[in-house]
């Protein structure tokens, strides 16, 4: 299938050739047509399965349709639940409307940042609105923005945004809105709560699910080098440098962890940043911006910080701790393999952490390839491997993870995994 038949505009068909891709996602196929028909959406959709522009596509195709009124009131808003995905999404709308015209206004706005700008910003109005449920609130209580006119409004990993608590806002954002409009819901996961709220907002919803909840954990590569805590930090250098990992996400479980660990690794010339809830906003941004343009090899981030950002194909994540919540696990580790492409999910894991690394187990319904480096074995003895176990992996061999080209960063094509 190719874009073209889903029924865009030569505009949008443009900026999709410009952004490299060829050929519609799973969820893109699905999703375009059926936004496009102004229906409401209930999408199970992980980050990385082209999720963004599945909505992104069809709702600045629907709005470059009609004229603008002279004051142009917000039509399209999208909410998501981190400073990060509202700027992620902000750029692909961006990018998407490129050729459109005339040319659609979108804003970002997000808290932890002065409101006061982005109330200049909305001033002449836009068209498209991308925010965090807590700013937006703000500014509804400053007069800065009128929710009357939305036409269409988007969930965007609603699962996260009641994980981190924001039920409350969206309840009252929604009773903002006018009662006849589309809503387009999209979450990794469908949890009692989230049922509750699309119960109440979604009518004849079109259900699509491209993956399976736990799919990432089918396609990444993963590996568990067992190891005393205290080795934790030396090893993940020594792992950087002798398979010459260029681009890495590692994961701690505090900010303090974080931090604590970033400055070790620039001590070894292993140039590092970290992004999590103390970092500002401007620090996070360039952080993320320094990952991205390679001149920073690693990027040691919190869950919350790294829920959502977007590295299209990133090869290598580390977990420096393994999580505390399993799903966290299959969260984290589908940053790597995106697109289709391969990627690499090492866990280093110590001895208080070997519950942990059961439960994970059991989630994701396979064992997990065990390893030790020598000089950095493990002095408590790993449980033993569950017996479905499919390559061995001995206790105390000297072992690398095998090598991987960091050069394939180019625009991968998505692999077909939707469900059948
Ligand atoms: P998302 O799931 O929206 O976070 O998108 C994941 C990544 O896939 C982003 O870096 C997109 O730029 C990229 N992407 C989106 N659609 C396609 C496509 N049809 N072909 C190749 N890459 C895509």
């Known amino acids: 299938m190719s874009f073209s038949t889903l029924g865009l505009s030569d505009p949008l068909l443009r900026a999709i050739a410009e952004a490299g ?31 963004t522009a599945g909505f992104t596509l069809p709702i600045l195709h629907r709005l470059s349709e009609k004229s603008y009124g002279a004051n142009r009131p917000i039509r399209v808003l999208i909410l998501t639940p981190t400073r990060e995905l509202a700027a992620q999404v902000g750029e692909s709308v961006a990018k998407y409307g490129a050729h459109l015209h005339p040319r659609l206004k979108s804003e970002v706005v997000f808290g932890g940042v002065k409101i006061n700008p982005q109330m200049m910003r909305l001033r002449g109005g836009v068209d498209v609105l991308v925010a965090t449920p807590g700013r937006l609130l703000d500014l509804v209580n400053q007069n800065a923005v009128k929710l009357d006119k939305v036409e269409t409004l988007v969930l965007d990993e609603a699962d996260r945004m009641l994980d981190m608590g924001f039920i409350r806002d969206i309840r ?59 080795q934790k930090a030396e090893l993940l250098c020594r792992l950087i440098k ?24 620039n001590k070894t010339d292993i ?82 952490e070997y519950s942990a690394l059961r439960l994970i187990e059991k989630l994701i319904g396979k ?20 017996p479905a176990k499919p390559r061995g992996a001995r206790p105390g061999r000297n072992s690398n993870p095998p090598r991987r080209p960091s050069s394939t960063q180019s625009k991968g094509q998505f692999q077909a995994r939707s469900r059948a």
């Open 367 to 386: 064992p997990i390839k065990r390893e030790q480096i020598a000089g950095f074995e493990a002095s408590e003895v790993a449980p033993p491997e569950p």
């Open 271 to 352: 140039k590092a940043a970290a992004i999590h809830g103390n970092k500002s906003q401007g620090a996070r941004t360039s952080a993320l911006a320094g990952f991205k343009a390679g001149e920073l090899r690693v990027l040691v981030a919190t869950d919350v910080a790294a829920r959502g950002i977007d590295i299209a194909l990133l090869p290598h994540v580390v977990n420096f701790e393994l999580p505390r919540a399993p799903a966290d696990y299959v969260h984290r580790i589908g940053r790597t393999g995106r697109a289709g492409e391969e990627g690499q999910a090492v866990s280093l894991v110590s001895h208080d």
């Open 21 to 51: 891709y060829t050929r519609p996602s799973p969820i893109q196929s699905q999703a375009i047509p059926a936004v496009l028909k102004g229906h409401d959406l209930l999408a199970a959709a992980q980050t990385g399965t082209g999720k």
């Open 242 to 265: 002798e398979n010459d990992w260029r681009q890495v996400l590692v994961f701690t479980s505090t900010k303090h962890g974080a931090n604590r660990l970033t400055e070790k690794l």
């Open 172 to 230: 009252k954002i929604i009773a903002l809105l006018p009662k006849k409009r589309q809503n387009l819901l999209f979450s990794a996961t469908f949890s009692d709560d989230i049922r509750k709220l699309t119960t109440g907002l979604l009518v004849n919803p079109v259900k699509i699910e491209v993956a399976p909840r736990n799919t990432a954990a089918e396609l990444v590569e993963q590996i568990v080098y067992t190891v005393n805590k205290p």
